[in-house]
């Protein structure tokens, strides 16, 4: 379960003092340290739309306002303790306050903000190369402050972080993007990734739903140049497939397509396993085992003929 603003507020600590008392502005969102006034202007809200994340209606129980964008956070997170020329204006012993907290902020941020720019980066990066909506690069950004806050980043690699945050965020929005898609897009190992994406999803409490196929259908079709009939086929094929239960288990790449395939095959529509493997980012080999098993349980006896009939030729 999601915890309440209240208790998160107490996993906070003050980069300055290390206190964890603070003061929060409703009307600015600002947490204040209540022991060295140290500000933090925008502060991470974990609160409803936290809640989102773990339960279903994403929509409806999104808090409303101007959002803040989390995707451009770098330049916005820390408030500097106060200006140089400020010093002047102060009693000696009040100054050298000033000093010291000045220096204890820049350690204890310059380290943090550097991190996070390279975060930043990086998301933007991998965001790019993938073709991502807004919204996705945002909720990985999100994922990633709260990740980091809660000390889930320590002893990983930023980029292993940041590649997990935006495969979660693409889960948790419905927008298709295989595992494998994210690792050729971010450099990191296939199970360095899947060992980060399970580590933040069990620490943070996220309910990752199965995904839909029929997502994958429609994006491989798209990249394929395939007719809307096509589509439709596939489509058909892997519900008959669900029916007769035979995706438990399998990877959804995989199954979208082997259906894809058939489909291709059944309209007469020239695509090799190879290029179809290629877009789903699976071997030939997952292709011809899946569509294989389809034939022989679905009772895909036409399309069955039409393969020998193009092997014959």
Request: aromatic share 6%; glycine share 6%; net charge positive.
């Amino acid at each position: 379960m999601a915890k309440s603003e209240k208790d998160i507020n107490k996993d906070v600590k003050c980069p300055i003092c290390g206190s964890a008392e603070f003061t929060y502005n409703q009307k600015t969102g600002e947490l204040i340290c209540t022991k060295c006034g140290y500000v933090i202007e925008e502060v991470l809200y974990l609160g409803r739309e936290w809640r989102v994340l773990e339960g279903e209606d994403f929509q409806t129980k999104a808090r409303t306002g101007h959002p803040m964008s989390y995707s451009n956070i770098a330049s916005s997170l820390v408030t500097e303790v106060g200006k140089t020329k400020d010093l002047y204006k102060l009693p000696e012993e009040e100054r050298e306050i000033f000093k010291r907290l000045k220096k204890w902020q820049q350690r204890a941020t310059s380290s943090y903000e550097r991190n996070l720019k390279l975060a930043q980066q990086e998301s933007k990066r991998i965001s790019s190369f993938l073709q991502l909506p807004p919204h996705v690069e945002e909720t990985a950004m999100k994922l990633y402050l709260t990740a980091a806050e809660r000390g889930l980043i320590r002893g990983r690699s930023i980029e292993s972080i940041i590649a997990a945050c935006i495969y979660i965020a693409c889960r948790l929005h419905d927008v298709p993007r295989t595992l494998d898609e994210v690792v050729k897009a971010s450099g990191v190992h296939k199970k360095e990734l899947g060992r980060t994406y399970r580590h933040l999803t069990k620490s943070l409490k996220i309910k990752i739903l199965p995904i839909d196929v029929t997502e994958y259908v429609h994006r491989f079709s798209s990249i394929l140049n395939l007719p809307p009939e096509v589509t439709a086929t596939a489509i058909e094929i892997i519900q008959k497939a669900k029916e007769a239960d035979i995706t438990a288990g399998r990877g959804p790449a995989g199954i979208a397509a082997a259906a894809i395939y058939l489909a291709c095959v059944k309209h007469g529509i020239k695509k090799t396993q190879k290029e179809i493997a290629e877009v789903a980012g699976v071997t030939e080999v997952t292709v011809r085992n899946r569509y294989k098993e389809m034939i022989e349980k679905l009772g895909l006896h036409e399309i069955e003929e039409k393969l020998i009939e193009e092997e014959e030729e």
